[in-house]
């Protein structure tokens, strides 16, 4: 992240399950916004598996709301911000190769992608072949 401050997962726009919070919280998970929730989100393992449909946000009611859910999303993924799952409370871990074509693994991932005028990205991104200036989610 380019930023200290965390927001909650709801802050963003995703998709969400019943909120109920887990159950191992402990203090600093909640002083750092760093608390886990359920998600829609169902994984089977050894199993191939096509896309989904998880769910459809409907969580705004005016034009006003959705302006202001739109340029949260765009800030946090200029930031730099990033999910962190977990899975049988084992970390999901995104790997790959940096700018020095080393492998990196990390235990998080950005919650989007930005291409900048001049066609660039962050590493972590995996946006080939995007449009300049555009938002990937």
């Given at each position: 992240m380019d930023t200290i401050l965390s927001y909650?997962?709801?802050y963003f726009p995703f998709c969400k399950a019943n909120n109920e919070l887990s159950s191992f919280e402990n203090l600093g998970?909640?002083?750092?916004?760093?608390?886990?929730?359920?998600?829609?989100?169902?994984f089977k393992f050894l199993k191939n598996e096509e896309?989904?449909?998880?769910?459809?946000?409907?969580?705004?009611t005016s034009n006003?709301?959705?302006?202001?859910?739109?340029?949260?999303?765009?800030?946090?993924?200029?930031?730099?911000y990033q999910h962190s799952w977990f899975v049988d409370n084992m970390p999901v871990t995104l790997c790959?190769?940096?700018m020095k074509h080393?492998?990196?693994?990390?235990?998080?991932?950005?919650?989007g992608c930005y291409v900048d005028k001049n066609?660039?990205?962050?590493?972590s991104c995996f946006v080939t072949d995007?449009?300049?200036?555009t938002f990937y989610i």
């Open positions: 909650e997962y709801s998970q909640i002083l750092l916004h760093d608390r886990l929730y359920s998600s829609p989100y169902k896309c989904h449909h998880v769910c459809t946000t409907s969580s705004v006003n709301q959705t302006s202001n859910m739109l340029e949260r999303l765009m800030k946090g993924v200029i930031l730099n790959y190769h940096n080393e492998e990196y693994c990390s235990r998080r991932f950005p919650i066609g660039q990205s962050r590493e995007g449009k300049n200036d």
